[in-house]
């Protein structure tokens, strides 16, 4: 979510640059829809507390947008294929667990079409009491 004119609201564009166990990147892009200014911000966390996270505004925002469009198409489509960035991701697999639900796989992929397992998460079903 970003923040302008005391409000919250939703990004037009958001990249999770990377999501592991112990860091988490985000970027996102949007335009304020109450005074129409372009907003973008940087998000990193760490659990040892590095919560950092920049903003910029106006010209400057689209500025940082452009770039990170360009480095994640290129990355995606292999021209400039950098091994060192990697998003997060899930996919189902055919595992299931004891109450039959189906086995999450957490990946660590990057643009090259590589990937990792990093873990597995299991579907969590709350039972009312
Ligand atoms: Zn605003």
Redesign the pocket.
Known sequence: MLI??NAQFSASFSYVLFSFKNSYRKIEFGI?P????LKFKDYRWRPAGEDKEFCLTGKKALQKLEYWRKKVNNIKHGTKGNQNVYYGDFQKSRLKDENGNPIFLQLRKNFNGQSEIIGKIKTVIRKEM
Do not use: A, M, R
């Not at 109450?34 to 200014?37: A, Q, R, V």
């Open positions: 302008c004119c304020c109450h005074c129409g200014c």
